[in-house]
């Protein structure tokens, strides 16, 4: 890693656009060819992660480091077609964070922090810029993630489920929180570009 001068965060997060097409997807090539080999299912949804960006505000987030990409995230404003939410649930202002790849890491997915950092930055500038969302969402098809999202990232299952092939999906939430001192962590050049949270 290139050294930092004192004060600069060593990682950004900021919207992917077109010219990040091709970094992002070698990236996601490598994570689903990985996932792949090891049967995760719902491992194919990169053409969904590269066909949204030339929306704006991008929903494509992407933590990069010295300009490298190491991970991206769908961070939106909707949950309503996810099966498994209850009608309650679905009046409760949400944000939803999906379909999270990171760079391969040699020290295995339990030890990788860049999901973690992902989901930090994620929960303090909903915090932030949207103090009105109760709930940031996500639906993962895997038992491993579920328990990836709980013991590292610091995720809750709400309910196990099924879609429509009758394949589980385990619902997860966490609340938006402000992170103290992530600032010193993970640069953010975007923070006046809000989303808008979901109502039915």
């Known amino acids: ?9 060593p990682y950004q997060v900021r919207s992917a656009t077109t010219a990040d097409a091709e970094a992002l997807r070698a ?17 194919r949804n990169s053409y969904i992660v590269l066909g949204l960006l030339d ?12 300009g490298e990409i190491l991970g991206c995230a769908v961070v ?15 009046k409760e202002p949400t944000m939803g964070m999906r379909m999270v ?21 994620a929960g303090d500038w909903v915090a932030r810029h949207h103090p009105e969302v109760e709930w940031i969402r996500c639906t993962v098809p895997s038992r491993a993630v579920r328990d990836l999202l709980i ?14 092939t009758f394949a589980h999906l385990y619902l997860m939430q966490r609340r938006p ?24």
């Open 1 to 9: 890693m290139t050294r930092l001068p004192v004060g600069v965060p």
């Open 27 to 43: 990236l996601l090539h490598s994570r689903e060819t990985w996932m792949t080999q090891r049967g995760y299912p719902g491992s």
């Open 55 to 66: 929306s704006d505000p991008g929903p494509v987030k992407i933590l990069t480091e010295d």
């Open 76 to 90: 939106h404003q909707t949950i309503v077609h996810d099966p498994g939410w209850s009608a309650q649930e679905r």
């Open 101 to 121: 790849y990171t760079r391969l890491s040699p020290f295995g997915s339990a030890r990788d922090p860049l999901a973690l950092y992902m989901t930090w930055w």
């Open 151 to 164: 013991h590292r990232d610091g995720w809750a299952e709400v309910r196990r489920t099924q879609n429509a």
């Open 177 to 200: 929180e402000r992170k103290r001192g992530l600032a010193a962590l993970i640069a953010d050049p975007e923070q006046a570009r809000p989303l808008s949270p979901s109502r039915p």
